[in-house]
């Protein structure tokens, strides 16, 4: 593996072509909320198809959470769609075919704990026993409640 990919690391910044040919750069996808980062190695792998069906019945849950998810496969534009309907995921898949990347398959709830840990540490009214943010929230001061002081346009434009 490349030194500069390792677990709990900052993972690059790609622009990769997604599953309509449009390049997209993962930052761009990820907009500043947690994403889930899926390395697949192909549609021809019945380990990555059952991975990616399980993720299917987590992605409302994940969607509701404020939470971006991304495939990057080694498959080729036609076999990278072929995957992405064959399972009816929803969110984009981009296409690395030069690429190979393995880090085991983190289940349902391997994936929650992680994304509570991660929504812990940037979204600071998480724990709203803090007496610092009762106070905050008696005083009608919300601008620490996320997403207080945003249009629910401002909102969902992030998670389209």
């Known amino acids: 593996m490349r030194p500069d990919i390792a677990p709990g690391g900052r993972f690059p910044d790609y622009a990769l072509p997604d599953h309509t040919g449009t390049r997209r750069m993962l930052s761009e996808i990820q907009d500043g909320d947690p994403m889930i980062l899926v390395l697949s190695r192909g549609a021809f792998c019945p380990k990555d198809r059952q991975q990616h069906r399980l993720l299917v019945e987590l992605e409302p849950e994940i969607r509701v959470a404020y939470t971006k998810m991304v495939t990057v496969s080694t498959d080729k534009l036609l076999e990278l769609n072929e995957m992405r309907t064959g399972v009816g995921a929803h969110w984009p898949f981009l296409s690395d075919p030069d690429g190979y990347w393995y880090w085991g398959r983190p289940g349902p709830e391997d994936l929650r704990h992680d994304l509570r840990e991660v929504t812990k540490k940037i979204r600071t009214d998480w724990d709203l026993d803090k007496p610092e943010l009762r106070e905050a929230w008696a005083r009608g001061d919300k601008k620490s409640f996320w997403p207080y002081?945003?249009?629910?346009?401002?909102?969902?434009?992030?998670?389209?």
């Open 149 to 160: 002081g945003k249009s629910l346009k401002e909102v969902f434009a992030k998670s389209a």
